[in-house]
């Protein structure tokens, strides 16, 4: 079964001639079946990018996955394409009014992570709707600063600077091997990141409301769960397509600034080389069992959540 997203989404066009199953509205409601409603909270600089990211995806799911995106009503975007976010998001704040329900929540990671929390322009609407996730959305998956102001808004958990940048393709591995959200890994695998901060990992491994699920002994801690599942932490980017990395490592030095080599990532480490994606299964598959898993656990009717 396909994503649900409007035909005038840049994404559409994209994903279609990636033979990614995506369906208009129109097509969508002559399926005699409900689809899961799966909310996006965007708050990427690189808008179009993470969308297409991220329902390329969860479109290779067999469910049908009706897509919402969210921004901050309290901040302006400086990176969308004129008129993109008037015609195809809506508030997170707008969503808290309507008291609108969903089987899953997806917030991204953001640019500001070296700012304290409550120094981020929209922290106070995203606290809310995290929140509101709590009694409204089945399961919330958090992604790099996403994680990290989701186990500070729940559970305290400090963000701590990093003497360098974590940038490059780590590898990690499974702590518990039959989890669903590992169903099909291999014992080890690959993920990109690229972070100038961390969690505090000795506070959540002391919090026990929350469970290390992957970890590795160079880039510490990778996901991490709580509820059975209802909320996940990813402090990485699985999502990641094979040249993001790469634009950023270009865009850093253009700027001037102090960046080194993503890790792991060019051939021979050289920059003129094509990276070659190593994590791109695995990414698959992780999004396919959580979708699996909101599928198989979520109430029918969203009131009963």
């Known amino acids: 079964m396909p994503i649900k997203i409007p035909k005038e989404l840049p994404a559409f066009h994209a994903l279609s001639r990636e033979r990614v199953f995506v369906m208009t509205s129109d097509r969508a409601e002559k399926q005699d079946i409900r689809p899961l409603k799966v909310g996006i909270v965007n708050l990427m600089p690189t808008t179009i990018d993470t969308e297409i990211q991220l329902l390329r995806l969860l479109g290779h799911s067999p469910l049908q996955v009706d897509i919402t995106f969210l921004n901050m009503g309290s901040h302006t975007s400086k990176n969308a394409p004129p008129g ?22 997806i917030i991204t990671g953001a640019p500001v992570e070296t700012l304290p929390f409550e120094e981020v322009d929209y922290w106070e609407e995203l606290a809310r709707i995290i929140d509101y996730s709590e009694k409204n959305v089945f399961s919330c998956m958090h992604i790099c600063w996403g994680a990290q102001a989701g186990l500070y808004r729940r559970y305290n958990i400090q963000k701590l600077p990093l003497e360098k940048k974590l940038f490059g393709i780590f590898p990690y591995a499974v702590n518990k091997q039959h989890h669903f959200l590992f169903q099909g890994f291999d014992d080890e695998f690959l993920t990109p990141q690229s972070r100038h901060t961390t969690c505090d990992c000795k506070a959540i ?32 980017h699985l999502e990641y397509d094979s040249l993001t990395l790469d634009r950023e490592y270009r865009r850093d030095k253009e700027k001037g600034l102090e960046i080194a080599i993503p890790k792991n990532y060019y051939p021979d480490d050289e920059p003129s080389k094509t990276p070659v994606v190593r994590w791109r299964a695995h990414a698959n598959l992780f999004f396919s069992n959580w979708l699996n898993y909101v599928y198989q656990e979520t109430p029918f009717n969203l009131d009963n959540l």
């Open 84 to 105: 993109h976010l008037e015609k195809f998001y809506i508030s997170a704040e707008e969503i808290i009014l309507r008291k609108t329900r969903f089987d899953g929540l």
């Open 205 to 236: 491994a002391e919090d026990s409301r929350l469970t290390i699920e992957s970890e590795s002994p160079e880039a510490g801690v990778f996901i991490v769960t709580a509820r059975d599942g209802r909320e996940i932490y990813v402090t990485g």
